[in-house]
């Protein structure tokens, strides 16, 4: 446990370099909710309004999750660096089991994500209003969950390729995917209604459903705005992508880095 | 950059365009927004070159620029119109894109859209090089470039028409109006041919807002690049 510390104490140090990048990636993600979700607001179709009352309080939940998205997602671009530059070496010799290191990484990926997360998440309950103690739980044990899975995600790429470009191309088609093939921005009514329609692939309407970054933005709008009601699957969805990743990630890790 | 530009701008398209127009009411909304998102892209693209004057003056490259025999005033102005054909060489297969979904109404209003969209770029890169000589840190170049992309597109029309935006707060709206991408996204859209939402009557004054947004980065620009680089002022 003691070596966990100082695998999460060292990437922590690391995050936090990128102290500039943050405050861009806040800067962003507030002007989204301030500015874009405010005027979305007043565009939406009696309809939508009917189904979620307001784009700005549905919206918010979504941001969060993105937020959380991507900076779980920063600690594949730092593996990917050290495999570049060969640190991995380095991390080979320290004294600690590779388990510890690589369930180490994934773990501090998951953390950094939830500290990154933790001011979008108060605002979104300083606008939308607070969650029960025992929503607020398990609103936080699924996004910490969730931090983990995309942190073993963006690791799991991160170590199968030695070359930036590969990596930046695959995080790109993964980081769209699991974003706009989601609830984080629109009603999920709304991407089903267009499979229905037959212009959008039931092969994405599915993805979508299960994508999730959709449940767990669900999650928190159920229990704060009542709407789309709670359901398991939400948790089940976010548990079962967290657990197969975070293995995933620590056995590629492992497996991947030794052999370079 | 290239490849993850593609790939944003044809998620942004089959996926957030798609979706948002059966969100919003506004007619015809994902060839408005599929219009502006054209204008997203050629922004964050010609924003590029500043990074690489840092880049440049990691490497002792500013010299070496410096001591070419071209005046100050042909390096800055070469390097803003360098650094928008370079946006417009990556942009245009997104752009064709674009154009595919939409269509073309009319092409003498399209070429002069075409027209309006380089100076855009141009003023752009301006902008970003003036921005990068003054400030002088990667970090602090970077940090403002990432607020400024954040308040200059999200409070623009390149995402939503004027009107919502006036409605939704007077003060987005007044900054919306007096915005270039507002003026670019506008005049694409009036070239194309999508004719509804528009923030003007005459297409000669967001015209005359572009030029005039290019020729003060090119001036600041270049007075700048005397007062701050001359001498070792990089450093």
């Known amino acids: ?260 | 950059m290239v490849i993850m530009r593609a790939i944003w701008f044809v998620s942004q398209i089959a996926f957030f365009g798609l979706i948002a127009s059966r969100m919003v009411a506004v007619e015809d909304y994902f060839r408005y927004y599929v219009g502006g998102l054209s204008v997203m892209t050629l922004y964050s693209a010609a924003i590029f070159i500043g990074f690489d004057i840092y880049e440049e003056a990691e490497h002792g490259v500013f010299e070496y620029l410096l001591s070419l025999p071209v005046t100050r005033r042909e390096l800055v102005l070469g390097r803003s119109i360098g650094g928008g054909l370079r946006a417009f060489i990556y942009v245009g297969p997104l752009m064709c894109i674009s154009l595919y979904v939409i269509g073309i109404a009319n092409p003498t209003n399209f070429l002069l859209a075409l027209f309006s969209l380089f100076l855009f770029a141009f003023g752009i890169s301006g902008m970003s090089i003036t921005l990068a000589v003054v400030i002088k840190s990667s970090d602090r170049f970077d940090i403002l470039m990432g607020v400024l992309d954040a308040l200059i597109v999200r409070l623009s029309t390149a995402m939503y028409p004027l009107s919502f935006v006036r409605e939704a707060n007077p003060i987005y709206g007044w900054v919306a109006n007096f915005n270039p991408v507002t003026y670019a996204a506008d005049l694409f859209r009036w070239g194309t041919g999508i004719e509804s939402f528009l923030s003007f009557e005459n297409p000669l004054l967001p015209l005359l807002g572009i030029v005039l947004f290019f020729a003060f980065f090119m001036f600041v620009g270049i007075v700048l690049y005397d007062k701050s680089i001359e001498g070792g002022g990089w450093q």
């Open chain 1, 1 to 260: 446990m003691r070596h966990i510390v100082h695998i999460l104490e060292n990437d922590f140090r690391n995050f936090f370099r990128y102290k500039w990048w943050l405050v861009g990636l806040i800067s962003m993600n507030l002007a989204d909710l301030f500015i874009m979700a405010i005027v979305y607001n007043r565009m939406l179709k009696p309809e939508v309004v009917q189904q979620i009352k307001s784009y700005f309080n549905f919206f918010a939940p979504g941001l969060t999750v993105t937020g959380l998205f991507a900076s779980a997602f920063m600690i594949g671009r730092e593996v990917n660096m050290e495999r570049r530059r060969e640190v991995h070496q380095y991390m080979l010799s320290l004294p600690m089991t590779r388990f510890e290191l690589a369930f180490g990484r994934v773990l501090s990926g998951g953390l950094r994500g939830m500290v990154y997360m933790s001011p979008l998440l108060a605002t979104c309950f300083a606008f939308v209003g607070p969650p029960t103690p025992t929503q607020f739980l398990i609103i936080l044990i699924v996004l910490f969950f969730l931090a983990m899975g995309i942190s073993g995600l963006s690791i799991a790429i991160a170590v199968s390729t030695t070359s930036i470009d590969k990596f930046v191309t695959a995080r790109g088609l993964i980081y769209y995917l699991l974003f706009f093939c989601s609830s984080v921005f629109y009603p999920f009514s709304l991407i089903e209604q267009l499979g229905r329609e037959g212009k959008f692939p039931m092969l994405l309407v599915n993805f979508a459903r299960v994508n999730p970054l959709s449940n767990a933005s669900d999650l928190i709008r159920s229990f704060l705005l009542g709407t789309p009601p709670f359901t398991l699957e939400m948790v089940i969805s976010v548990l079962v992508f967290s657990a197969v990743f975070t293995f995933f990630a620590a056995f590629a890790y492992i497996k991947l880095i030794e052999r370079a």
